[in-house]
């Protein structure tokens, strides 16, 4: 395939994909340093097209009468999937005002400014997996410190080098046990209120 070629293509995938200039132009920052196909060679022409087909592009050459539906990368990749069932878990929680998918799209692109050259990926289900990585840590350190700070709200809990102690000593590290004990917490509160 020719340089052309592969420009045409990568132009086909961006219209495709329904991905907006500042979208596309991070996703070229992200896989090359350049924000123009023009100034790539071949081999970065290549990188850009295969990361444009991991995240959903097909190209057939021929427009189909009634295509399927595209499937969202965030429909097909566990990461994204986690990314986006914490932030909702948190709105449903009481930790942000907003869960909607806007709303965590402006915190990933927040989130990865200083990884694109300041441009920040706008839409979650376009983070690539080294950047979702570091969305998810980032999330899941977050909601770590809104549940230690709520749930020191109650007498003799303590939270000390990633550790959460409860009154009766019994402790709990890393976000799983942490999120899991405060799922008890809720749970146990709401079965009593009832």
Wanted: a positive charge; aromatic letters at 8%; glycine letters at 8%.
């Amino acid at each position: 395939m020719t340089k052309n070629q592969l420009i045409q293509l990568i132009h086909i995938a961006q219209s495709q994909l329904g991905l907006d200039d500042e979208t596309y132009r991070a996703l070229l920052v992200t896989e090359t340093q350049k924000r123009s196909c023009a100034k790539m060679a071949k081999s970065e022409l290549e990188r850009v097209y295969e990361a444009l087909k991991t995240r959903g592009f097909k190209y057939t050459g021929v427009k189909k009468r009634h295509p399927a539906p595209a499937v969202r990368v965030s429909d097909r990749r566990g990461d994204i999937k986690k990314i986006r069932g914490i932030w909702i878990t948190m709105g449903h929680q009481g930790f942000i005002s907003d869960s909607r998918d806007a709303a965590l799209d402006v915190f990933v692109e927040r989130m990865t400014r200083k990884f694109t050259g300041g441009l920040g990926i706008k839409n979650h289900a376009w983070l690539d997996p080294n950047l979702a990585a570091h969305v998810l840590e980032s999330l899941k350190k977050w909601h770590t410190r809104e549940i230690v700070e709520r749930l020191s709200l109650v007498s003799g809990v303590r939270y000390n080098n990633g550790v959460l102690y409860l009154p009766d000593n019994t402790s709990y590290n890393g976000y799983d046990k942490i999120t899991q004990l405060y799922e008890a917490v809720i749970n146990q509160k709401y079965r009593r209120g009832k």
